[in-house]
């Protein structure tokens, strides 16, 4: 079944679409119409196909032979505000997540209590919009053991990633469904590589979630919150390019 549907990591590594993938920016490929609608009929059978497989199909994943020498920071290399810089000149150290919305135990959890839950180590593929590629090594808690922790509600259907990015004159967010956000592979990643993660690729904390492309992979993320629903919050489409250049949301690969 999986040989049928139309690989958006194919279209978007070899340019089936035609000419100049490789762009300054992912708006400006997105709005190229034949990119755009190929990626969009891909977006309903990707979804549709995760679900009917129970939503846990892994992404592939590498040795570690397999690094890319060199991988590109994605989105905003830098973290915004007078908060985000100052935890950044302390390393972090009295940096904390927060986890809230619809959850029984709201919490603020420290680089160190993130550290110390059960680890997931793996190396995976990373597919932006832009036309590029890379393989890099992630290091984190799986999300899944965050939720736990808070007791979240059966109520909660989204969880939408806060960050310290200011993209476009506005604050990045994104979100994702429970089904992903308990995937095995959804990780808050605060290494890269075997080294702590540079403000250019989303320290402290960036999110994993593999199976979706680079956009979804929410960096500099300061809180976590648990909704039923997406409606009134920012655009209402559940994330910073959804909301301003009409990306897919699931934006499954």
Same mark, same amino acid.
């Given at each position: 079944?999986?040989?049928?549907?139309?690989?958006?990591?194919?279209?978007?590594?070899?340019?089936?679409?035609?000419?100049?993938?490789?762009?300054?920016?992912?708006?400006k490929l997105y709005q190229q119409p034949a990119f755009r609608g190929a990626?969009?009929?891909a977006e309903d059978l990707h979804r549709v196909t995760q679900r009917a497989l129970g939503g846990q199909a892994l992404a592939q994943e590498f040795r570690p032979a397999d690094l890319s020498p060199v991988f590109r920071a994605n989105g905003s290399k830098?973290?915004?505000?007078?908060?985000?810089?100052?935890?950044?000149?302390?390393?972090?150290?009295?940096?904390?997540?927060?986890?809230?919305g619809l959850v029984a135990r709201p919490l603020d959890l420290p680089l160190t209590a993130l550290k110390a839950l059960p680890q997931r180590v793996q190396i995976t593929r990373h597919d932006c919009v832009e036309g590029w590629s890379a393989i890099g090594q992630w290091h984190g808690p799986q999300l899944g053991h965050v939720l736990d922790l808070a007791r979240v509600s059966p109520s909660a259907r989204y969880l939408v990633f806060h960050c310290a990015d200011?993209?476009?004159?506005?604050?990045?967010?994104?979100?994702?469904?429970m089904m992903d956000a308990r995937h095995p592979q959804t990780i808050l990643a605060w290494a890269m590589n075997g080294r702590? !993660?540079?403000?250019? =690729?989303?320290?402290? +904390?960036?999110?994993?979630?593999? /199976?979706? !492309?680079?956009?979804? =992979?929410?960096?500099? +993320?300061?809180?976590?919150?648990? /909704?039923?629903?997406?409606a009134g919050l920012y655009g209402g489409k559940g994330g910073y390019w959804e909301d301003s250049s009409g990306y897919a949301w699931y934006a499954g690969i």
């Open positions: 079944m999986t040989k049928l549907i139309l690989s958006r990591r194919s279209l978007i590594r070899t340019g089936a679409l035609g000419g100049g993938l490789l762009l300054s920016g992912c708006d990626l969009e009929s830098e973290g915004a505000g007078e908060a985000y810089k100052q935890h950044l000149a302390q390393g972090f150290d009295r940096w904390a997540l927060r986890v809230d200011i993209y476009g004159g506005a604050p990045y967010y994104e979100s994702i469904d702590p !993660l540079e403000e250019a =690729h989303g320290a402290p +904390v960036r999110l994993r979630v593999e /199976r979706q !492309l680079g956009y979804k =992979h929410a960096k500099f +993320v300061m809180r976590i919150e648990a /909704r039923e629903t997406l």
